[in-house]
């Protein structure tokens, strides 16, 4: 949700669980860091430069109004392998979209992503 230049709010519901409040923040902050490689971030999410991740974190966790936790780089991982298998346990049922999903191989990607984020030193 957008107010003039200002991001309000965001929403997804591509992977909406009942979970701790952390879990949807680490969620976020995947996307808003992001947690992905710098060729990616220039490739696909059209970065002008490789985004400055720090930073981008900081806003991110003053925007919240609360202290980032310490082990942010292992909650952001722990949530994306979630994501993960639950991507794979409804792609082996046949459901949609996550079939397709994995029959494209959007699983390996993934699990590409969470090897680079356990790998991230901020």
């Keep these: 949700m957008w107010r003039d230049d200002e991001v309000v709010g965001l929403l997804d ?15 976020a902050l995947e996307y808003a860091a992001p947690f992905r490689d710098d060729e990616e971030c220039l490739r696909s999410l ?16 003053d925007a919240y109004g609360i202290s980032a ?34 029959w494209e191989g959007y699983i390996e990607i993934v699990r590409a992503r969470i090897d680079w984020t356990k790998s991230v030193e901020l």
């Design 13 to 27: 519901f591509g992977h909406a669980r009942p979970d701790e409040p952390l879990f949807d923040v680490a969620y």
């Design 46 to 61: 059209r970065y002008p430069e490789p985004p400055d991740r720090v930073r981008r974190i900081e806003l991110f966790w």
């Design 69 to 102: 936790p310490h082990d942010i780089v292992a909650r952001v991982a722990d949530q994306q392998q979630r994501v993960l298998e639950t991507c794979e346990a409804l792609a082996r049922l046949g459901i949609e979209p996550q079939a397709t999903w994995a």
